[in-house]
């Protein structure tokens, strides 16, 4: 099961920095946060993880409270290409991925 | 970063027939791949785990005599949906796992429609 919780939806206006939230108050010593996103009909797409300190790629940056209970995840400069259903995975045994409900980004012009 | 990829990425089919989705990975080999089925509206379900050299791991829930999973080589796992019906219709989606801590590689999904 998913032990992850994200708001359903958000907004954010194109340009600006979009910031998602997600809980994950059950997250164990080991596991990982890890963030997708779906386009419509398509593959979910990596952006990024981390373990206890904040990450940063060219994509987003994430970043994991101290008591690692939730974490957010930052969009520096959404564009409407943004526009996607972002999950927050916290992986399980054997690395299984179990996705929860997600968080549907809509970035507006 | 790593490929995965599905074929094919849209079929449909009568009720009462089988369908075969293959799922590969391109430029790494893989163990281990996941299959999981998207309804509309909906978010990813993990349906099993498919096991290279050995039979798959189904979740709760899922009937292993109606989604047959074979993974024969380090590079193709398929999933085989028989006597299809209207209810399967559906988007099937494949991962494998990278060898960076874990991260998972997703395949672009196949959309099964069953008429």
């Known amino acids: 099961d998913a032990k992850t919780t994200q708001p359903p939806s958000m907004d954010c206006a194109e340009g600006r920095a979009a910031n998602l939230p997600c809980n994950h108050s059950t997250i164990s010593g080991n596991e990982y946060v890890y963030w997708y996103r779906q386009i419509h009909s398509q593959g979910p797409q990596y952006i990024i993880h981390?373990?206890?300190n904040n990450e940063t790629n060219e994509m987003a940056s994430l970043i994991i409270t101290e008591d690692r209970k939730s974490s957010t995840l930052i969009l520096p400069h959404a564009t409407l290409r943004d526009t996607a259903v972002y999950y927050c995975?916290?992986?399980?045994?054997?690395?299984?991925?179990?996705f929860g409900s997600g968080t549907k980004l809509n970035v507006k012009p | 970063g790593a490929v995965v990829s599905q074929h094919p990425s849209r079929v449909i089919c009568k009720s009462g027939t089988s369908v075969k989705i293959e799922c590969r990975s391109l430029?790494?080999?893989?163990?281990?791949m996941f299959w999981y089925r998207q309804f509309p509206k909906q978010s990813l379900m993990l349906m099993a785990t498919s096991n290279e050299g050995s039979k798959a791991t189904y979740e709760q829930g899922v009937e292993k005599d109606k989604f047959l999973i074979n993974h024969a080589s380090l590079t193709l796992s398929t999933l085989t949906v028989t006597s299809a019906h209207p209810e399967d219709s559906s988007f099937y989606i494949c991962?494998?796992?990278?060898?960076?801590?874990?991260?998972?590689?997703f395949g672009p999904g196949t959309r099964l429609l069953v008429l």
């Open positions: 995975i916290v992986t399980d045994n054997f690395n299984k991925f179990y």
């Open positions: 981390g373990l206890k």
């Open positions: 991962s494998a796992p990278g060898s960076y801590e874990e991260t998972q590689y």
């Open positions: 430029d790494f080999q893989a163990t281990t």
